[in-house]
């Protein structure tokens, strides 16, 4: 099956930092999401990103699809953005828009 | 607008004891879906259903079945459950095919 790769898988932050991540995956895919986890486990989706790139407030993302990779920019950091960010991906010639996601990225935003 | 409602929220089993875990949806969504995380390894799918009465199986669907006999519902039911089945438990939906996923809150399910 498909395999997706999260880089870094843990990161410390001090408040007001900028970040990347990064999602790496090994098939073409037909849907991408990124979702934050945050520590009382609730999963909120953040971007649904095949393609291209897409921005809401401080939290930008990039697929490139075609050199099958996604980065996660997260600007300005505050102690909220703490969590887990899982990068999930559908293939191509999957139905049913199963996604397999990574491991995760856990992130610590400290004052 | 209440999206993925999850119940119950917390339960404990012995080993061999059954129970369902219900998932229900107000949004419509053709799309339910099933996922356990464990420490560690993400989420990994269970089964799925593409719409009423249709159900398939993911990547870990061993132990468990599912039905889908309401469009707004999808129901995971453990036969015998075991400790290695001790996990916390996600359902989501999605409208169709390549859209966003919403989750559900979890369930956290020990087995002792």
């Known amino acids: 099956g498909i395999q997706v790769e999260q880089s870094p898988p843990d990161l410390i932050l001090q408040e007001g930092a900028n970040s990347t991540l990064r999602c790496n995956f090994s098939d073409s895919v037909n849907n991408l999401q990124w979702f934050h986890q945050n520590p009382w486990g609730q999963l909120i989706n953040l971007f649904y990103?095949?393609?291209g790139t897409k921005q809401n407030g401080r939290l930008s993302a990039t697929t490139v699809a075609t050199e099958r990779y996604s980065l996660l920019y997260i600007s300005s950091s505050q102690t909220t953005d703490s969590g887990v960010y899982f990068c999930a991906v559908n293939i191509l010639t999957g139905g049913g828009n199963k996604l397999t996601f990574g491991t995760g990225t856990q992130l610590k935003v400290e004052l | 607008n209440a999206g993925v409602t999850q119940t119950p929220k917390f339960r404990v089993l012995k080993t061999g004891q059954s129970m369902t875990l219900l998932c229900a949806q107000d949004?419509?969504?053709?799309?339910m879906y099933w996922y356990r995380q464990d420490p560690g390894m993400g989420l990994r799918l269970i089964h799925y259903s593409v719409g009423e009465g249709t159900t398939a199986k993911g990547e870990v669907p061993d132990g468990y079945n599912v039905s889908r006999l309401k469009k707004q519902n999808f129901l995971l039911g453990l036969e015998s459950a075991a400790p290695s089945q001790t996990s916390v438990y996600f359902c989501?939906?999605?409208?169709?095919?390549?859209?966003?996923?919403?989750f559900g809150s979890g369930t956290r399910l020990t087995v002792v």
């Open positions: 989501a939906s999605s409208p169709r095919q390549n859209w966003g996923y919403t």
């Open positions: 949004m419509n969504h053709e799309y």
């Open positions: 990103i095949p393609s």
